[in-house]
């Protein structure tokens, strides 16, 4: 399975920004779909976006539809999650995942997705 490593996390204020990154350890990465979760404190953990292994399908949650734009860099095994207009809300523990198939169509079922890494906490202060 590939190793997933996220960064770019922090405390920041209500309406800045932050992007998130996500390397991958081998070049599996370019033939897999990506997703972001984030899990908030007392909360289940809940699916963020997802990217299609080209890029070309992007799926986001409502509430940060508009707000968020996912993407990747398959020459760089590397996702991001860009994130503006950042809320209170939005205070959680990011994780990236790959999907469990090669090729496969994203979708936002945590079970479907078969590497995690270790997070990255995102702390929205007023």
């Known amino acids: 399975q590939v190793q997933l490593v996220e960064s770019g996390g922090g405390v920041v204020q209500a309406g800045s920004s932050l992007k998130l990154s996500c390397v991958a350890s081998d070049r599996t990465f370019s033939n897999l779909a990506m997703a972001w979760f984030r899990q908030a404190p007392g909360k289940e953990r809940e699916f963020v976006a997802s990217i299609s292994w080209t890029g070309g399908i992007r799926d986001y949650r409502d509430s940060v539809k508009g707000r968020f734009t996912i993407s990747r860099d398959n020459a760089k095994a590397t996702m991001y999650l860009q994130m503006n207009s950042l809320n209170l809300e939005d205070t959680a523990i990011y994780y990236c995942?790959?999907?469990?198939?090669?090729?496969?169509?994203?979708?936002?079922?945590?079970?479907?997705?078969?590497?995690w890494g270790q997070g990255t906490q995102v702390t929205v202060s007023s």
């Open positions: 995942a790959a999907y469990r198939l090669m090729l496969g169509t994203p979708n936002r079922a945590e079970s479907d997705y078969a590497s």
